[in-house]
């Protein structure tokens, strides 16, 4: 039977005994989730004058966090989450703390792109940790809809402020107070979060993995989750790069984040009606048709010929992010062992960065040597071909493939 999340079930969510502390602790965690990557982007442009070297540090920080994600998900899921954030953070601060030593001191690129992968591969994880905190404290049903919808929608939030703030740290006199600032916001958020009564005492039951190299994605519904994840980061990475192009090309630079902003705002937005009443009902269904509808709403971009109307599309686009977002979160619960919950987010956040990076990859090409319009519709492709594969699959994502079936998520 399928449950939706009302208002009650947010506030209820929010108020569970257990949660307020490590919610708020992750919030001041999760915030500057976008503004870490960005201001060092920004910093060691600023810095060395080369947009070059600060893409190429920006790429290596993203590889580390693919990484990062999915081994101390892994840990975490053995050992609990307390002891290694706290490890990952204080190694997190000073691995960033050398990136602006080497950066104020002009140290060749080779140097920064191997700063940048540490610092990737150190972020704490709040966000993995935070999720499975909330399948632990809520139980089975809307309440638990309610509290996984609330990590998306919030995680658009932060991805909404993080680089507005980071665009405005960057006109004070230092270039690095932007990445000193994010920094300094992780740190503290991920130590009260670790230091929190219910992440400190809480110990995973020992279990045996025996799903080898790959963990989770041993699981079949794993995989197709994962496919679906990097269909979405594929198809948000051509629109990234697309859309500051086309601010470019209309002669207002600077509109280009502004426009990239309002994607995210109507995704909060929708974000919270979707959770009240989601469709599909059925989850393996969602995840195909999300994607597709997605993918079909991403082609109206081709069609502004104003970035007023550009505007207007884009709202309309945004608002497939979150509940996308929110269903990915919600079919972990279907798709893998419970044991290992912190980990299947991480190989999430790993599939939707290697979507990101192959969609600003080939959008960039489209951009440069065909037209802006190419990357919008060749999206649309990439996008409703990485939905027919995870429809093709969709009997992977059920009651009856569940690795634990006493723990199905309501929304199935």
């Given at each position: 039977?399928?449950?939706?999340?009302g208002?009650?079930?947010?506030?209820?969510?929010?108020t569970?005994?257990?949660?307020?502390?490590?919610?708020l602790?992750?919030?001041l965690?999760r915030?500057?989730?976008?503004?870490?990557?960005?201001s060092?982007?920004?910093?060691?442009?600023?810095?060395?004058?080369?947009y070059?070297?600060?893409?190429l540090?920006?790429?290596?920080t993203?590889?580390?966090?693919?990484?990062?994600s999915?081994?101390?998900?892994r840990?975490m899921d053995?050992v609990?989450?307390?002891?290694?954030?706290?490890?990952t953070?204080?190694?997190f601060?000073?691995?960033?703390?050398?990136?602006?030593?080497?950066?104020?001191?002009?140290?060749?690129t080779?140097?920064?792109?191997v700063?940048g992968?540490a610092?990737?591969?150190?972020?704490?994880?709040v966000?993995s940790a935070?999720?499975?905190?909330w399948?632990r404290v809520?139980p089975?049903?809307?309440?638990?809809?309610?509290?996984?919808?609330?990590e998306?929608i919030?995680m658009?939030?932060?991805?909404?402020l993080g680089?507005?703030?980071?665009?405005?740290?960057?006109?004070?006199?230092?270039?690095?107070t932007?990445?000193?600032a994010?920094?300094?916001?992780?740190?503290?958020?991920s130590?009260w979060?670790a230091?929190?009564?219910?992440?400190r005492?809480?110990?995973?039951?020992?279990?045996?993995?025996?799903?080898?190299?790959l963990g989770p994605l041993?699981?079949?519904?794993?995989?197709?989750?994962?496919?679906?994840?990097?269909?979405?980061?594929?198809?948000?990475?051509?629109?990234e790069?697309?859309?500051p192009?086309a601010a470019?090309?209309?002669?207002?630079?600077?509109a280009?984040?502004?426009l990239?902003?309002?994607?995210?705002?109507?995704?909060?937005l929708f974000?919270?009606v979707y959770g009240?009443?989601?469709?599909?009902?059925?989850?393996n269904?969602?995840?195909?048709a999300?994607?597709?509808?997605?993918a079909?709403?991403v082609?109206?971009?081709?069609?502004p010929?104003?970035?007023?109307?550009?505007?207007?599309?884009?709202?309309?686009?945004?608002?497939?992010?979150?509940?996308?977002?929110?269903?990915h979160?919600?079919?972990i619960?279907?798709?893998a062992?419970?044991s290992?919950?912190?980990?299947a987010?991480?190989?999430?956040?790993?599939?939707?960065?290697l979507?990101?990076?192959?969609?600003?990859?080939?959008?960039?090409?489209l951009v440069e040597?065909v037209g802006?319009?190419s990357s919008?519709?060749v999206a649309t492709?990439?996008?409703?071909?990485f939905?027919?594969?995870v429809?093709?699959r969709?009997?992977?994502v059920?009651?009856?493939?569940?690795?634990?079936?006493r723990?199905?998520p309501?929304m199935a």
């Amino acid at each position: 039977m399928s449950h939706s999340a009302g208002l009650a079930d947010y506030r209820a969510a929010l108020t569970t005994p257990g949660a307020r502390g490590p919610a708020l602790a992750s919030v001041l965690g999760r915030l500057p989730v976008a503004m870490v990557g960005f201001s060092m982007l920004l910093y060691i442009r600023e810095t060395t004058g080369s947009y070059a070297t600060a893409s190429l540090v920006s790429a290596g920080t993203l590889i580390g966090l693919a990484i990062g994600s999915v081994g101390q998900g892994r840990i975490m899921d053995r050992v609990g989450a307390a002891v290694p954030l706290l490890i990952t953070t204080a190694l997190f601060g000073v691995f960033v703390g050398l990136t602006i030593v080497a950066t104020e001191s002009g140290a060749p690129t080779a140097l920064l792109v191997v700063l940048g992968v540490a610092v990737g591969t150190t972020e704490p994880v709040v966000a993995s940790a935070s999720r499975t905190m909330w399948t632990r404290v809520t139980p089975v049903g809307p309440i638990r809809d309610a509290a996984l919808a609330y990590e998306a929608i919030s995680m658009e939030v932060f991805f909404i402020l993080g680089p507005a703030i980071s665009g405005l740290l960057i006109a004070l006199p230092w270039p690095g107070t932007g990445l000193a600032a994010a920094a300094l916001c992780m740190i503290l958020g991920s130590v009260w979060f670790a230091m929190t009564h219910t992440i400190r005492t809480h110990r995973p039951e020992p279990v045996e993995h025996s799903s080898g190299l790959l963990g989770p994605l041993a699981y079949p519904g794993m995989r197709t989750l994962a496919i679906a994840a990097m269909g979405f980061g594929a198809v948000i990475g051509f629109v990234e790069v697309a859309v500051p192009a086309a601010a470019t090309a209309a002669g207002n630079t600077p509109a280009g984040g502004l426009l990239l902003g309002l994607l995210s705002i109507s995704s909060v937005l929708f974000g919270v009606v979707y959770g009240i009443r989601p469709w599909p009902r059925a989850l393996n269904l969602r995840l195909s048709a999300l994607l597709a509808a997605f993918a079909v709403l991403v082609a109206v971009l081709a069609i502004p010929t104003t970035l007023v109307w550009l505007a207007v599309a884009l709202l309309l686009v945004g608002t497939m992010v979150t509940p996308q977002a929110t269903t990915h979160s919600a079919a972990i619960d279907l798709v893998a062992p419970s044991s290992s919950a912190t980990e299947a987010f991480g190989w999430i956040i790993t599939a939707v960065t290697l979507g990101l990076a192959l969609g600003q990859l080939v959008s960039g090409q489209l951009v440069e040597h065909v037209g802006i319009w190419s990357s919008y519709l060749v999206a649309t492709g990439v996008g409703l071909a990485f939905a027919a594969v995870v429809y093709a699959r969709r009997a992977t994502v059920s009651v009856a493939a569940a690795p634990n079936p006493r723990a199905v998520p309501a929304m199935a």
